[in-house]
């Protein structure tokens, strides 16, 4: 099977729609529209990645694609757990749309991190976990 | 006041996987790099994690990835470091499951010099 075949099969796998449509049921706070628009966002954020994938026609380039978007995936992601999270922690309260967002998109991430190679995945997260070290320990060796 | 029985914590270092089994919290013991020695059934009950697809991996890099943070990752390697780790704090788990709002306390006991996460549901 090609590449765009199983990122199609994956990505659009009715049962990621189920689980989306679960965690913002449980969002009780909010109102239809606001779930609404939720729904539409995390969905863009999957179409616009399979609509690239159904136009390369290059296996290599598309795995190299599917990384990089899974690495713009886990950066945003990581930056709005973060963002929600010293929200929590200082006020006690966070912003109940950046939870929702962040549950959303990790149901993404968990998708696409199927399609690719376990290897690729785990170098990534392991970068993408501490991006600077390697900068702070070359300050500390040279002071 | 804490959602567990502060007793609970001189009990920590001898705590077989029963005992811990039989706690209404999360109890996870880990190494001093974060790896879990011990997933308890209420943590894998709320995480969607089995015991065995979390022990052995890392934490809050592998099992727990949105605590890989200076907010919980650090202040742990940060207490590993000084020898003294006892801090709790109100988090949200949201990574592959339904957004749940916890109370996270992180423990160091000096004698064993074993490590705990424990974890409460907010209400």
């Known amino acids: 099977m090609k590449l765009v075949d199983v990122l199609r099969l994956r990505l659009t796998d009715p049962v990621l729609e189920v689980i989306w449509d679960e965690m913002l049921a449980g969002w009780g706070t909010a109102s239809d529209e606001e779930r609404s628009m939720l729904r539409g966002w995390v969905r ?96 500390e060796a040279a002071a | 006041m804490s959602f567990f029985d502060p007793q609970i914590l001189s009990q920590l270092p001898a705590a077989s996987r029963e005992f811990a089994n039989a706690q209404p919290f999360g109890i996870v013991k880990v190494t001093d790099d974060g790896t879990v020695q011990m997933y308890n059934t209420w943590e894998a009950e709320m995480a969607g994690v089995a015991p065995r697809d979390a022990e052995g991996k890392n934490f809050f890099t592998q099992v727990a990835p949105c605590t890989n943070n200076r907010l919980v990752f650090g202040k742990f390697k940060d207490g590993v470091a000084r020898g003294s780790l006892d801090a709790e704090f109100n988090y949200t788990f949201t990574y592959r499951m339904k957004p749940t709002n916890v109370v996270l306390r992180l423990v160091r006991d000096p004698k064993s010099k074993s490590n705990w996460v424990l974890v409460g549901k907010k209400n």
Request: proline letters at 3%; charged letters at 25%; hydrophobic letters at 45%.
């Open chain 1, 44 to 139: 863009r954020k999957r179409d616009d990645f399979l609509a690239f994938a159904a136009e390369c026609v290059d296996e290599e380039e598309l795995e190299q694609y599917a990384a990089l978007q899974y690495i713009e995936l886990r950066a945003h992601w990581q930056g709005i757990n973060n963002r929600l999270n010293y929200a929590m922690v200082t006020a006690g309260s966070t912003d109940p749309r950046l939870v929702y967002r962040s549950a959303l998109m990790s149901q993404l991430l968990g998708a696409l991190e199927g399609v690719l190679d376990p290897a690729s995945v785990s170098r990534i997260m392991t970068f993408l976990s501490e991006p600077i070290v390697v900068r702070r320990r070359d300050e």
